[in-house]
T-cell receptor, first 115, second 113 residues
Framework: AQKITQTQPGMFVQEKEAVTLDCTYDTSDPSYGLFWYKQPSSGEMIFLIYQGSYDQQNATEGRYSLNFQKARKSANLVISASQLGDSAMYFCAMREGAGFQKLVFGTGTRLLVSP | DTEVTQTPKHLVMGMTNKKSLKCEQH?????MYWYKQKAKKPPELMFV???????INESVPSRFSPECPNSSLLNLHLHALQPEDSALYLC????????????FGNGTRLTVT
């Protein structure tokens, strides 16, 4: 069964606008970690932000923030003031399994920022 | 610059060749990973090493053989690959624990002819 669901294959946003990328997850474990990664066309996976299941506050890292709604099992990424360099593939991921050794990715959302 | 270094960046090999992908990290991480990523798909986990021991093998065919010579190095030995094995191979490292992000290398783009 799909553990991480990203329902938006592609998103478009204008420069300087904010954009929200959706992510829902499925787990019965009360302890888990959620991550967002950016993958530009060059291929490297860049870690953006982390949210722990027990964290009381939404995570923020610069222009990135995570809208964490635990009861709805959603962890949406919000990018404020979009820049042209934000154009990339974005993956939501969750650690799972014994010892939380596995990082499992959603199918990704391609974001295109236009001038 | 990434703190996880992968070599080579690109590799073209025939189905009868033997080659190796190399990965090195100097962040003191005790977990290292190999992922395979096909075009327009998410990365798929292949192997996990924890404290230099293989802890997860996601039913990967034996033509892929991982090796962890020490805590900083991770190799992936390739033999008798098929064209469908052509993909981006990503190495990553992390501290252990649920809140530790994986730090990825830039990947090796493998083409099997």
């Amino acid at each position: 069964a799909q553990k991480i669901t990203q329902t938006q294959p592609g998103m478009f946003v204008q420069e300087k606008e904010a954009v929200t990328l959706d992510c829902t997850y499925d787990t019965s474990d009360p302890s888990y970690g959620l991550f967002w990664y950016k993958q530009p066309s060059s291929g490297e996976m860049i870690f953006l932000i982390y949210q722990g299941s027990y964290d009381q506050q939404n995570a923020t890292e610069g222009r990135y923030s995570l809208n964490f709604q635990k009861a709805r099992k959603s962890a949406n990424l919000v990018i404020s003031a979009s820049q042209l360099g934000d154009s990339a593939m974005y993956f939501c991921a969750m650690r799972e399994g014994a010892g939380f050794q596995k990082l499992v990715f959603g199918t990704g959302t391609r974001l295109l920022v236009s001038p | 610059d990434t703190e996880v270094t992968q070599t080579p960046k690109h590799l073209v090999m025939g189905m009868t060749n033997k080659k190796s992908l190399k990965c090195e990290q100097h962040m003191g991480h005790r977990a290292m990973y190999w992922y395979k990523q096909k075009a327009k798909k998410p990365p798929e986990l292949m192997f996990v090493y924890s404290y230099e021991k293989l802890s997860i093998n996601e039913s990967v065919p034996s033509r892929f053989s991982p090796e962890c010579p020490n805590s900083s190095l991770l190799n992936l030995h390739l033999h008798a690959l098929q064209p469908e094995d052509s993909a981006l191979y990503l190495c990553a490292s992390s501290e252990t624990g649920r809140n530790s992000p994986l730090h990825f290398g830039n990947g090796t783009r493998l083409t099997v002819t």
